[in-house]
């Protein structure tokens, strides 16, 4: 039988964010203790949705998280914005413009797939993004520091934090999404503005070799929860989240090491 796995990317996320300083050259995160937290809470919106999942009905399953529609998404990444904004300005800085980045290919750095929106979609996807622009407005003068940038992707530090969470994402996707293929990640901020590329190569199961490696150290471990379900259809949200609970728990080993 087909297995299908759900695992939990922001397991990934944190523990590479905090394993640091992430870098690739010199570039460390920049107040370390706002930007991790942004690492593991900017994608923490899509609790409400995971505990009722709505169904794809070409599939049966849960929509992949890339095509659901705005009228689900925006929702959740509002909530979740709200969220890491109460926990720390700068945090919700950082996960307001994960969010926005969403809709804009991550400010133009990397082209996510096609996006094709009704009339009515795109009238709510341009009024999140007039909000959001305001708010982190807001958020960043009341960060440390409380400087204001127009646009905010002007300010150098937020703009490299911003950068930075986007590698942790794209490389937790890296693993639990492509299964640790090889790929490339970028951009990877470096000193004076300019930047570079993370290359993957996979080197077994949930295995890659990172080149520039980004870490201190040999080789590291990210043990992340899973949990195997049957690749099947499923005929309610409640169906599925039933299976779901009743399946065993595991922990898969995601290994990152240097490129030999």
């Not at 914005?81 to 413009?97: K, Q, W």
């Amino acid at each position: 039988m087909r297995t299908a796995q759900i695992a939990r990317r922001d397991a990934v996320r944190e523990d590479a964010a905090g394993r640091g300083p992430f870098q690739v050259g010199d570039h460390p995160q920049d107040p370390p203790g706002p930007v991790i937290a942004a690492a593991s809470r900017h994608d923490n919106g899509w609790t409400d949705w995971e505990e009722k999942p709505t169904l794809d009905p070409s599939t049966q399953q849960p929509w992949q998280f890339y095509a659901l529609t705005p009228h689900e998404h925006i929702p959740l990444y509002r909530n979740g914005i709200r969220a890491a904004a109460n926990h720390d300005p700068y945090t919700g800085l950082l996960v307001s413009m994960h969010g926005v980045g969403l809709y804009n290919n991550r400010y133009g750095t990397f082209r996510l797939a096609e996006q094709h929106f009704s009339d009515d979609e795109r009238v709510l996807v341009d009024e999140f993004l007039a909000e959001q622009a305001l708010l982190q407005q807001s958020l960043a003068e009341q960060a440390p520091g409380g400087q204001t940038h127009t646009p905010i992707t002007s300010d150098t530090n937020v703009w490299c934090n911003y950068l930075l969470l986007q590698v942790w994402d794209r490389l937790s996707l890296q693993y639990a999404f492509r299964m640790a293929a090889d790929g490339e990640i970028g951009p990877v901020p470096l000193p004076g503005g300019d930047s570079s590329i993370l290359r993957c190569f996979s080197s077994g199961r949930f295995s890659m070799a990172l080149d520039p490696y980004p870490f201190d150290g040999a080789a590291l471990s990210f043990p992340v929860v899973a949990r195997r379900l049957p690749d099947r259809r499923y005929r309610t949200p409640e169906e599925f989240l039933e299976v779901l609970t009743k399946a065993p728990v595991e922990e898969l080993d995601c290994k990152a090491s240097p490129l030999a």
